[in-house]
């Protein structure tokens, strides 16, 4: 499965978004490759989440499903932690983008507090 530059990284956004799922990948390169019940042991949530959230990287080609009898196997691909490596570092910076203008904004509205504050005082006296 590939993805598209714009519809793959939309898939990686959703896929790492979720602080849980982010933990599955750290399982699936543990054991090398794992079925969702295996994975289930390894966390805090039941194989239903587990599988829920494999059918989320999957889609985003975190992971490959391989069928192996009655169940299903899923190893982690490598080539794509990069590209979701390059997707969070993107969404940090836009978020130091902004988190830097909301401190200037605080700043400048705490100065400007701070003289109306020294004018009033100096009005009294």
């Known amino acids: ?57 999957h889609r985003a080609g975190l992971v490959e499903g391989r069928s192996q009898g009655r169940e299903v196997r899923y190893p982690v691909r490598p080539d794509r932690l990069d590209a979701a490596a390059q997707v969070m570092a993107q969404v940090a910076a836009r978020w130091d983008a902004r988190l830097a203008v909301l401190k200037r904004l605080a700043e400048a509205a705490h100065r400007e507090a701070h003289r109306e504050e020294e004018a009033h005082r100096e009005e009294k006296e």
């Open 1 to 57: 499965m590939t993805n598209s530059s714009a519809g793959g990284d939309k898939e990686l956004r959703v896929a790492v978004s979720e602080p849980s799922r982010r933990r599955l990948p750290d399982v699936l390169l543990a054991q090398g490759e794992t079925t969702p019940t295996t994975s289930a042991g390894e966390l805090p949530f039941t194989r239903q989440a587990v599988a829920k959230h494999l059918a989320v990287l």
